[in-house]
């Protein structure tokens, strides 16, 4: 039961452009949207969230979109830096169950080439 | 920042023993939680405690998994009888809301 999925097991990027990476979610429940990144022997990291209410947040490099319609959010990095390569997680929860753990994506392997 | 510890790093047990994996959660979270990544694939949901009570678990975390949080600071999670298919990296997190903060994680290897 994939509620959280990454379509994309990889991406490739030339340093200086747009990086985006894409996840869908089934369960309409979902109401807070969180992006990991993890680097190998890592714990994941976290990058940015955002709330269903809002369908754009950005820090710095990072914006994250969200489609509440089509159930879709995306990362967007830009510019990408070799820095960036890693694995990202989409990672969902619902605020209104009190106890929130997260379901993952399986992730999308980033790699930014000099 | 303040992080969450967890050691050993990496763990080697044979099938049928029991392990502790330790967990020093942020001191002033609230919500404590296991995770695991099998090898190449997802990072899955294991248990959420708070208020010194187990508040969530999946189907995964059966009879053999238990957790506690002994002394206010400690947070553990043993597998009573190891078998080959626990193998995996398990990662403690902890948080005050949705955000978790996650640690470095344990490479738990049964053979």
């Known amino acids: 039961d994939q509620q959280v999925k990454q379509n994309s097991p990889s991406l490739s990027v030339q340093e200086g452009r747009i990086s985006i990476l894409n996840c869908d979610y089934t369960?309409?429940?979902?109401?807070?949207f969180l992006w990991y990144k993890k680097y190998p022997a890592e714990g994941p990291t976290f990058l940015i969230s955002?709330?269903?209410?809002?369908d754009k947040n950005e820090d710095g490099r990072f914006t994250v979109f969200l489609n509440k319609s089509a159930k879709h959010l995306s990362l967007h990095i830009v510019p990408s830096q070799p820095g960036d390569s890693a694995v990202y997680f989409c990672?969902?929860?619902?605020?209104?169950?009190?106890?929130?753990?997260?379901?993952f994506g399986t992730g999308t392997r980033l790699l930014v080439s000099p | 920042e303040p992080e969450v510890t967890q050691t050993p790093s990496h763990q080697v047990t044979q099938m049928g023993q029991e392990v502790i994996l330790r967990c020093v959660p942020i001191?002033?979270?609230?919500?404590f939680y296991w995770y695991r990544q099998i090898l190449g694939q997802k990072v899955e949901f294991l248990v959420s405690f708070y208020n010194n009570e187990i508040s969530e678990k999946s189907e995964i975390f059966d009879d053999q998994f238990s957790v506690e949080r002994p002394d206010g600071s400690n947070f553990t999670l043993k597998i009573r009888s190891t078998k080959l298919e626990d193998s995996a990296m398990y990662f403690c997190a902890s948080s005050l809301g949705q955000k978790h903060t996650f640690g470095s994680g344990t490479r738990l290897t049964v053979v």
């Open positions: 001191s002033n979270h609230l919500y």
């Open positions: 990672a969902a929860s619902e605020q209104n169950t009190g106890f929130q753990k997260l379901v």
């Open positions: 369960n309409s429940m979902f109401d807070y």
């Open positions: 955002i709330s269903s209410i809002k």
